[in-house]
């Protein structure tokens, strides 16, 4: 059975910090690079930080020196740490396997996402 599934959402501040996680299978885990992607109102979703098997990491240039991307093995689980937050990283936050997991069906796989709301 394939589980994606996002925690640690919450409204925050501008400057503050959230740390978002993703429980995911085992085989998803194993054999695949693990992504964080983000779906404002209105806009597309978007992959913003990524981090393979071998631990190669990847952000967005929004991002970038601003959030960090990790991965437990043993527990399946991947990380955002989401440091200086500011308004425009509104957003529901996904993880998923990059590229993402795709249903026999033709369509993607996608958790239900973690709202992270920063505004004063």
């Known amino acids: 059975q394939v589980q994606l599934e996002e925690s640690g959402g919450g409204s925050v501040q501008p400057g503050g910090s959230l740390r978002l996680s993703c429980l995911a299978s085992?085989?998803?885990?194993?054999?695949?690079?693990m992504g964080w992607y983000r779906q404002a109102p209105g806009k597309q979703r978007e992959l913003v930080a990524r981090i393979s098997l071998g631990g190669r990491l990847d952000y967005a240039d929004s991002v970038k020196g601003r959030f960090t991307i990790s991965r437990d093995s043993a527990r399946n689980t991947a990380y955002l740490q989401m440091n200086s937050l500011k308004p425009e990283d509104t957003a529901v936050y996904y993880c998923?396997?990059?590229?993402?997991?795709?249903?026999?069906?033709?369509?993607?796989?996608w958790g239900q996402g973690t709202q992270v709301t920063v505004s004063s």
């Open positions: 998923n396997a990059d590229p993402p997991l795709r249903l026999a069906g033709g369509s993607d796989y």
């Open positions: 085992a085989i998803i885990f194993r054999f695949a690079a």
